[in-house]
């Protein structure tokens, strides 16, 4: 992407903290087991500042320093270290191709930064994420208090970065939509690729490599979240990752799975037949679920509130539920008791971007926020039947049905960034019998 993107997001972000300095750490290394880490997945915040990718940096942003504004420490380049873990930018790479005004060593972090939050009176950080980053500002305000006698001023404000910062991310531009897009796309082709390859007899993770091929292929680093493949009784576990299981004739499979794209998150689920047709009580359950979807993006649009999709999902499978007979009772009873929560343990959606559950408030003031354009939201409603009660007949029972799409809020509605993916009765089973 343009450097001048970044260099506006930062700019942006620095005119709304009038005064002091910012200090955004990526994410430290997280190691496995002995010799080898998890793969790096550098920090949201800083990533969204900087598109730097390496381990072992932190961004520093000193509105109206004469010497720049932007310093980005980071690794030195060393050629040794190079043949063995792979290419640096060096301190002349973040400023030639990430636009740093100045760079240091990483290693230098510790003499240098003392120095700069000299005479600074605010210091905006996101307190608590990283704690051994945490500590180290600490030492470094001491050492700046123990100067005080020299007429050195020490912060004395620390302000949360992630209000300032977690509303702009929140607003997506449109490079960071085309990316989203990006995302969805590849993984809606995953999805199909799933439904195309399913059939009894297969392991579910012999399904998930069937995404993760299409991820790879597609471009995505990683998947965005470790994908959920849960046929049967494993479709009613929500967070079900172990996809370890054979997949049987005449039950439900249920994949939530989407790709990351330069750190963007699509998050899609599909659930449908292993044999690829439907029982009479899965459809009747399906199509109800699908219902709800519908009338919940129907209610994505600017001006409403954060919570109508979640309210006009709820009341369509509450309905549903009680036309199944699995729910007696009316529905305002139902809403107001929250008996459907045993079907339906979970809310309707969430914030979208490059975290799969991304930053941004939901309330305003104590009461739901306006949906405005350029908002990107999951609609993924879902009700889960689990085996085991005499009072529900058996052709419910492991029958977790969920459906979810990316939904980005526009100026004149909305749009289903993931609507690739099959998703009607009909749709499915046409893809699934070629
Ligand atoms: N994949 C996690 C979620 O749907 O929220
Ligand atoms: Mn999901
Ligand atoms: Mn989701």
Known sequence: MDKAIFDKRRRDLMQQ???????????????RNRDVNFPFRPDSDFYYLTHFPEPEACAVLVPGRAHGEFILFCRERNPEKEIWDGRRAGLDGARELYGADDAFPIDDIDEILPGLLENREKVFCSMGRHPDFDAKLMEWVNEVRAKSRNGVSAPGEFVDLNHLLHEMRLFKRPEEIRLMKRAAKVSTQ?????????????MEYEIEAELLHEFKKGGSQSPAYPPIVGGGANSCILHYTENNTELKAGDMLLIDAGAEIDGYAADITRSFPVSGKFSAEQRAVYEVVLAAQHAAIERVKSGNHWNEPHEAAVRILVDGLMQLKLLNGSTDQLLETGAYKRFYMHRTGHWLGLDVHDVGDYKLHDTWRLLEPGMVLTVEPGLYIAAGDPAIPP??????????????????GNEVLSRDAPKTVDDIEALMKG
Do not use: K, S, Y
């Open 190 to 202: 995953a999805h199909r690729r799933a439904m195309q390859t399913c059939r009894p007899g297969l």
């Open 395 to 412: 052709g419910f029972w492991n029958t977790g049905i969920r459906i979810e799409d990316d939904v980005l809020v526009t100026r004149d």
């Open 17 to 31: 903290m009038g005064g002091g300095l910012a200090l955004i750490p990526t994410a430290p290394v997280r190691n």
